[in-house]
């Protein structure tokens, strides 16, 4: 069975930075393109960096642009989200997704085949 969980989210104050994890059990990354999302309560589901089983990365997203690094180690399987210089509107929960395509299209349209429980981040003014 395959499961994916997020960590590393929490209360940060505006300016700083979080590192969220995404651990898998059942799958390999080195496998998989893996996403990171967020979402809000009302609001739809934000697509913010995806990479793919062979390394390519995409990070277009407007909002986060210059502040949001997608990573992945593949020797403990896991795939980072590093957030730096934090915004209250960056407050959402944030969840990590995986599809077995290497084209990152899937991910940006938000198909995946596995996705996490999410973790809530919450950024104080």
């Known amino acids: 069975q395959v499961q994916l969980a997020e960590s590393g989210g929490g209360l940060v104050q505006a300016g700083g930075s979080l590192r969220l994890s995404c651990a898998a059990s059942g799958l390999r990354f080195s496998a998989y393109s893996v996403g990171w999302f967020r979402q809000t309560p009302g609001k739809e589901r934000d697509f913010i960096a995806a990479?793919?089983?062979?390394?390519?990365?995409?990070n277009d997203a407007d909002s986060v642009k210059g502040r949001f690094t997608i990573s992945r180690d593949d020797a403990v399987n896991m795939v980072y989200l590093q957030m730096s210089s934090l915004k209250p509107e960056d407050t959402a929960v944030y969840y990590c997704a995986a599809h077995p395509d290497y084209d990152l299209g899937f991910l940006k349209a938000g198909l995946y085949d596995h996705r996490g429980q999410g973790t809530q981040v919450t950024v104080s003014p």
């Open positions: 990479i793919s089983w062979n390394g390519i990365i995409t």
